[in-house]
Nanobody, 123 residues
Framework: QVQLVESGGGLVQAGGSLRLSCAASGRTFSSVAMGWFRQAPGKEREFVAAIRWTVGSTYYADPVKGRFTISRDRAKNTGYLQMNSLKPEDTGVYYC????????????????WGQGTQVTVSS
């Protein structure tokens, strides 16, 4: 079993930056990919970014391309989401997730989830 713990959320003004972290623990982290999703009130959980854990290939949703950067530190079993030029529409609960089999953009592709961290961007 893999446990994921997010941190780094908070309140920031539009145009500001935040860096989210996702620490993986439990059995050796051998997942294929780590992804970030977000969910705004009344909306479905949506894909934000993913990284192929071994080789570092990255994937982004169109709304965050050029503003967000996903990365990972394999030695620390920790993933990161650097968020710059934040907009009010980026507000939501951000979840990290780990996928055992492949890199996907659907929540159903992921096997383990963190508890989420709130990101609020004020205008």
């Amino acid at each position: 079993q893999v446990q994921l713990v997010e941190s780094g959320g908070g309140l920031v003004q539009a145009g500001g930056s935040l860096r989210l972290s996702c620490a993986a623990s439990g059995r050796t982290f051998s997942s294929v990919a780590m992804g970030w999703f977000r969910q705004a009130p009344g909306k479905e959980r949506e894909f934000v970014a993913a990284i192929r854990w071994t080789v570092g290939s990255t994937y982004y949703a169109d709304p965050v391309k050029g503003r967000f950067t996903i990365s990972r530190d394999r030695a620390k079993n920790t993933g990161y989401l650097q968020m710059n030029s934040l907009k009010p529409e980026d507000t939501g609960v951000y979840y990290c997730a780990a996928a055992r089999l492949w890199v996907g953009k659907n929540p159903a592709d992921y096997n383990y989830w963190g508890q989420g961290t709130q990101v609020t961007v004020s205008s």
